[in-house]
């Protein structure tokens, strides 16, 4: 089964129903949740979701979505080593090189992001919603 990470912003998407990325970024929570593919994302995600999703919904809402995404995804846990790494990186962006290495270590197929040009970088397949949508239809 492939085994798919979701960048911070695929969840807020869902959570928050950003338009008019919810639509795709829904779609392939569905694919998750309907056991098509396993999801994965890392526990900086989940903070740093939760931090963005309480400012404008509040705690207890902010906890109940985790606690979804939590059932629905597995978490990942970010290393010193995934730090150190992204700390010497060639990435742009430091929270993305955290995520890469860390998706790369737990050998993810790919990496679903609204942000592909800050992944130029991936040492695996990056795509958008959107994009990876279209690749499994064919």
Same mark, same amino acid.
């Given at each position: ?18 338009? /008019?990325?919810? /639509? ?8 998750? &949740?309907?056991?098509?593919? +396993? ?27 985790? =606690? ?15 730090? +150190? =790494? ?5 990435? =742009?962006?430091? +929270? &993305?090189?955290?995520?890469?290495? @860390? ?6 197929? @790919? ?6 040009? &800050? ?9 958008? /919603? ?9």
């Amino acid at each position: 089964m492939k085994r798919i990470f979701l960048d911070t912003n695929i969840l807020l998407d869902v959570s928050m129903k950003r338009q /008019p990325h919810y /639509p795709m970024s829904a779609s392939i929570m569905l694919l998750i &949740d309907n056991g098509q593919f +396993e999801g994965f994302t890392t526990s900086l995600s989940m903070a740093i979701h939760y931090y963005i999703h309480k400012k404008d919904y509040g705690h207890d809402l902010g906890i109940e979505v985790l =606690k979804e995404f939590g059932q629905m995804l597995s978490i990942l846990s970010v290393t010193d080593t995934h730090i +150190e =790494k992204a700390l010497y990186s060639d990435f =742009k962006d430091f +929270e &993305d090189a955290i995520q890469h290495f @860390c998706a790369l270590e737990n050998g993810m197929d @790919c990496i679903i992001t609204r942000n592909v040009k &800050d992944y130029e970088k991936s040492e695996i397949p990056v795509y958008t /919603p959107a994009e990876y949508l279209r690749m499994i239809d064919k």
